[in-house]
């Protein structure tokens, strides 16, 4: 599958640059449009490449979304790219694809972090968000506006409700989601677990940092030894004033916690 993506500095090409990149990986609904400011400061530091996930932003709709298709995906972009070893940073649903594909080829991965997730089943599910953008008629909408007053009701927090939206695309009686709505919904079981008979046994000892929002419940103490299970080396890093959005809400302080980690053990000789 043939992943979009988009690189910064824009002149980054890894056929001319053996900088070991840092790989970011959006979260559900996310795409390489919610990271373009966070990637760009990251990217005055060292290559970065943000991906569209199957079933997000640009990247092909297909029917499946799985953790063992999205970590099938990953292997083929970098492999497609020629890249040996990388930096891996995922966010939520993204995060728990960098961490199955860091204990499935740990060979692949130089340094981890993981934003705002840990390697367990949740409970709260975002399905009812899902039911209420199928609900739009497309065909009649004349607006993003006016997708946003229909919603309003639905999705009451605003910036819920304006993130959903950015992967509202077209114009009047042409617009479209760039979010495969039906199969999302349909595999939200899957995307809420995690592959745990997948990867019974397997740990990787590699540096890992977890970074979380103080406000947030999707990554708690009580995770940490779940994920130590999995990460004996992991480091954790609660970020003030921040909840499962992170990157957004607290931009600088998750990019000193990434940079600094990054830093400590780069090598991109």
């Given at each position: 599958m043939q992943l979009?993506?988009?690189?910064?500095?824009?002149?980054?090409?890894?056929?001319?640059?053996?900088?070991m990149p840092v790989l970011i990986i959006p979260g559900l609904f996310g795409s390489t449009a919610n990271w373009r400011s966070f990637a760009k400061q990251l990217g005055e530091y060292c290559p970065v490449i943000v991906i569209d996930q199957r079933n997000h932003g640009r990247s092909p709709h297909v029917d499946s979304h799985s953790y063992s298709?999205?970590?099938?995906?990953?292997?083929?972009?970098?492999?497609?790219?020629?890249?040996?070893?990388?930096?891996?940073?995922?966010?939520?649903?993204?995060?728990?694809?960098?961490?199955?594909?860091?204990?499935?080829h740990p060979e692949r991965v130089n340094r981890l972090a993981v934003l705002d997730i840990a390697p367990v089943e949740y409970s709260h599910t975002h399905a009812p968000y899902l039911e209420k953008l199928i609900e739009l008629d497309l065909d009649l909408l004349q607006s993003r506006n006016a997708a946003d007053q229909l919603l309003k009701h639905a999705i009451p927090d605003t910036s819920t409700r304006l993130f959903l939206l950015q992967s509202l695309a077209g114009t009047a009686g042409k617009f479209h989601w760039r979010l495969n709505l039906p199969v999302l919904l349909r595999d939200m079981p899957k995307i809420l677990s995690f592959p745990f008979s997948q990867l019974a046994g397997l740990s990787n000892t590699g540096e890992t940092l977890f970074v979380s929002g103080e406000k947030s419940d999707?990554?708690?103490?009580?995770?940490?030894?779940?994920?130590?299970?999995?990460?004996?080396?992991?480091?954790?890093?609660?970020?003030?004033?921040?909840?499962?959005?992170?990157?957004a809400e607290q931009p600088q302080a998750v990019l000193d916690s990434v940079l600094n980690f990054l830093q400590v053990g780069k090598n991109n000789d």
């Open positions: 979009f993506s988009q690189t910064y500095p824009q002149s980054y090409s890894p056929s001319s640059d053996s900088s298709d999205m970590v099938g995906d990953l292997l083929e972009f970098i492999d497609n790219l020629g890249l040996g070893k990388i930096n891996l940073c995922g966010h939520s649903m993204g995060g728990k694809v960098a961490m199955a594909f860091a204990l499935m999707y990554l708690l103490d009580s995770h940490h030894d779940q994920i130590v299970k999995f990460f004996p080396a992991a480091h954790f890093k609660a970020i003030p004033k921040a909840g499962h959005w992170l990157h």
